[in-house]
Nanobody
């Protein structure tokens, strides 16, 4: 599967952005999906994940209550709604895909679980 994230940009503190990730090349509905980010000089960080069916989601504590992940299997797209953004959210954001779906939801916190990722999209939050 090929993934392309878009929707990043420059936003002020407490602003919002919605990221999208479009998938092509395979049966999207068979993939668990995740969002990660990487800031300069830091390791890639788990943010959120969603089951192939869309029925379960998982969030990092750092974004819980501010970020919402969803998917539209008919459009082969996942979304990350980001609200109350802070300068510490500045990073490149990546979407990633895993197939076959994992047995335990918490496995989606590990980047090593995912098999595919695409080019990220830059999010910059100004103070």
């Amino acid at each position: 599967v090929q993934l392309q994230a878009f929707g990043g940009g420059l936003v002020q503190t407490w602003g919002s952005l919605r990221l999208s990730c479009a998938a092509c090349g395979s049966t999207f509905s068979r993939y668990d999906m995740g969002w990660f980010r990487q800031a300069p000089g830091k390791e890639r960080e788990f943010l959120a994940a969603i089951r192939w069916s869309g029925g379960r989601t998982l969030y990092a504590d750092s974004v819980k209550g501010r970020f919402t992940m969803s998917r539209d299997n008919a459009k082969n797209t996942v979304y990350l709604q980001m609200d109350s953004l802070k300068p510490g959210d500045t990073a490149i954001y990546y979407c990633e895909a895993d197939s076959p779906p994992v047995a335990i939801l918490s496995e989606l916190r590990r980047e090593s679980t995912f098999d595919y990722w695409g080019q990220g999209t830059q999010v910059t939050v100004s103070s």
